[in-house]
RNA sequence: GGAGAGGUGCCUGAGUGGCCGAAAGGAACGGUUUGCUAAACCGUCGUACGGGUUAAACUGUACCGAGGGUUCGAAUCCCUCCCUCUCCGCCA
């Protein structure tokens, strides 16, 4: 969330910029600022009387111990007052810090100046294209025929175990799920993350952290039973590791990676553009964050950026990377890029990856913050990016490199399949 | 799942009702000393939100796993929950 010190001093600048975001409620900031008010005020009232309340306490205690019980007695008259004074305002101030941190978690991050106005998809900016779109043979077909071909994935099957969208991977399909995960891992493990694995469910407070609570409630799994989230990426529990942590300065960068699979209901999302791997309740990803200094993240997202280009440029995909605008970005992200791969067989661009830097946005929330050279604790940057979403690469792999007989993955891959043609 | 022990600051660990935001030791940081390293010595060494100030100084409140309760007063007593450890059971 903002932090409310920014916002009761910058609070021009800060409408300014969630009207870039297309911010629907911009008077939740004037009654942020008047609940602050409030608070301070009822919280300055009840200290005091709690300050008085406190040395009196002490007084008795002296007393006591002096053996002049009739004066502890008149004191203890003297608290009773102060406290049943004191009750309403704690309650009262109670009702009002909760109103307060509700309407703070409803307001998102700030769009950072690179970020271009816009409302939807269509407002987006493309930075670049790489490669070149292939030409497929006459006989070319998307994936979902392709996998039923060469028997790599059976949503069938998946579907009665489970439901629909909860792919079951076979063979030479699951094969290529691994070596895509272990070449994705070695690759940002070379690049000076650590790799992790972590947790696949969190707890209401680490969904909390990184922000998928209370905006994407209902895109998440939810165990009741025992109030657990399954999660909808790696981001969430790798950034909550350093949850409620201070880090020394040298310690920044923190560099993460992890494969886990992903859980999202996507409600509300079937239809269109769902068929095969295309959009999916279970999918597998390899994540990349980062911590960093303050001054440093918009350096820091442009590598990332760069990172993941490699990547994909490895695998010989067509990509073209585009900076998202306000609208169409996340809620607590202030800048993001996305990247698409090129699907040759359904002709059309599939979001691989999301590559976004939250500045104090998470950090606030989580209370990640350093120590700097004064001494003083400051909130780190957080940044995140898929490295990558396999679904949709794995859709792109299969169309751009079909053949009347095969299909042939791209050398990066060989060592880690085992052979260069994936029948 | 059953039985027991326990959760205190960066770490170890003392503290069983007021003198405790918390002893002591270690680590870390700054300094003195020193041919270098080590050692020794001195100092600093929690967080959040307020008041105050140009900024400090200074100052208030809260926090000893979380939430309630008892009490004039709670790290300390009571209740609930969470977590960790040991043993047993079950199980990949």
């Known amino acids: 969330m ?19 975001r297309n911010f629907k409620e911009p008077e939740l900031i004037e009654q942020l ?29 002296q007393l006591m111990a002096k053996g002049r019980k009739d004066e502890a007695e008149a004191k203890k008259v003297e608290v009773a007052t102060l406290k049943s004074s004191i009750q309403p305002i704690v309650d009262q101030l109670s009702v009002v810090e909760k109103q307060l941190n509700d309407t703070l978690l409803k307001i998102p991050n700030l769009p950072s100046d690179k ?35 060469y028997d790599l994935v059976d949503f069938e099957t998946g579907a009665r175990i489970t439901g629909s969208g909860f792919p079951l991977y076979k063979g030479k399909g699951a094969k290529l799920q691994r070596a895509l995960i272990q070449y994705f891992l070695d690759y940002n493990i070379g690049a000076g993350h650590t790799e992790y694995i972590p947790p696949y469910m969190v707890n209401e407070a680490t969904a909390y952290g990184t922000g998928q609570l209370p905006d994407k409630e209902g895109q998440m799994y939810h165990i009741t039973e025992d109030g657990f989230y399954l999660i909808p990426t790696a981001e969430v529990p790798l950034t909550n590791i350093y949850r409620d942590e201070v880090l020394k300065e040298a310690e920044l960068p923190v560099k ?4 886990t699979p992903c859980f999202r209901r996507e409600a509300g999302s079937f239809g269109k553009d769902v068929r095969g791997l295309n959009r999916v309740h279970q999918f597998d990803k390899v994540e990349i964050v980062q911590l960093v200094h303050p001054q440093s993240s918009y350096e820091v997202l442009e590598e990332m950026v760069v990172h993941v280009e490699k990547l994909l440029q490895s695998l010989e ?46 950090s606030n929330r989580m209370k990640i913050r350093f120590k700097d050279a004064n001494g003083k604790n400051q909130l780190v940057h957080t940044l995140n990016g898929s490295s990558l979403a396999l679904p949709r ?7 751009n490199n079909q053949t009347e007989k095969n299909i042939q993955l791209p050398p990066a891959l060989h060592s880690y399949f085992g052979n260069v043609l994936l029948i």
Not at 125 to 134: C, D, L, Q, T
Not at 335 to 346: G, L, N, R
Not at 393 to 399: D, K, Q, R, S
């Open 2 to 20: 903002l932090q409310l010190s920014y916002i009761r001093q910058n609070t021009e600048l800060v409408r300014q910029k969630l009207a870039i």
């Open 256 to 259: 993460m990676t992890a494969y």
């Open 115 to 149: 970020v271009p106005a816009g409302k939807s998809p269509e407002d987006n900016i493309v930075m670049r294209e790489w490669g070149k779109k292939p030409s497929l043979p006459a006989t070319a077909v998307p994936h979902w025929e392709l996998i039923k071909k």
């Open 33 to 61: 600022l008047q609940l602050d008010d409030e608070r301070k005020k009822l919280q300055l009232e009840s200290e005091q009387t709690q300050s008085k309340l406190n040395t009196t306490a002490k007084e008795i205690g």
């Open 393 to 399: 690469i794995v859709a792109c792999l299969l169309e």
């Open 317 to 362: 995909l067509p990509y073209r990377i585009l900076n998202l605008c306000g609208g169409d970005m996340g809620f607590t992200s202030a800048m993001t890029y996305d990247f698409e791969v090129y699907s040759a067989a359904q002709d059309k661009w599939l979001e691989v990856s999301s590559v976004s830097n939250f500045e104090t946005y998470q």
